[in-house]
Nanobody
């Protein structure tokens, strides 16, 4: 059974940092695109960042230059370093592993940024 578990969310003052981690189990994910989505209040879930197997990345415009996604395909892990956080970054962050029609999400971790 596939399981993705996030950690690293929390409460931080604006301008601070959080580092999210996610580890997957149940199969090998080294060939998958790995990344992060978030659900902010009043909005639909949105893609924040992804990284493919060739090292190519894709970021939400509002987080470019502040967030960095990293992966370890051999260990089924994905990370997200979030710096210079803003209150609008508050939300539930979900890790995502995707390949074709296979699309897996974790249960989410809350990140709250206060001003």
């Amino acid at each position: 059974q596939v399981q993705l578990v996030e950690s690293g969310g929390g409460l931080v003052q604006a301008g601070g940092s959080l580092r999210l981690s996610c580890v997957a189990s149940g199969r090998t994910f080294s060939s998958y695109v790995m990344g992060w989505y978030r659900q902010t209040p009043g909005k639909q879930r949105e893609l924040v960042a992804t990284k493919n197997t060739r090292g190519g990345t894709n970021y939400l415009d509002s987080v470019k230059g502040r967030f960095t996604v990293a992966r370890n395909g051999d260990e089924n892990k994905v990370y997200q370093q979030m710096n210079s956080l803003k209150p609008e970054d508050t939300g539930v962050y979900y890790c995502n592993f995707r390949q074709g029609y296979q699309d897996y999400y974790g249960q989410g971790t809350q990140g709250t940024v206060y001003s």
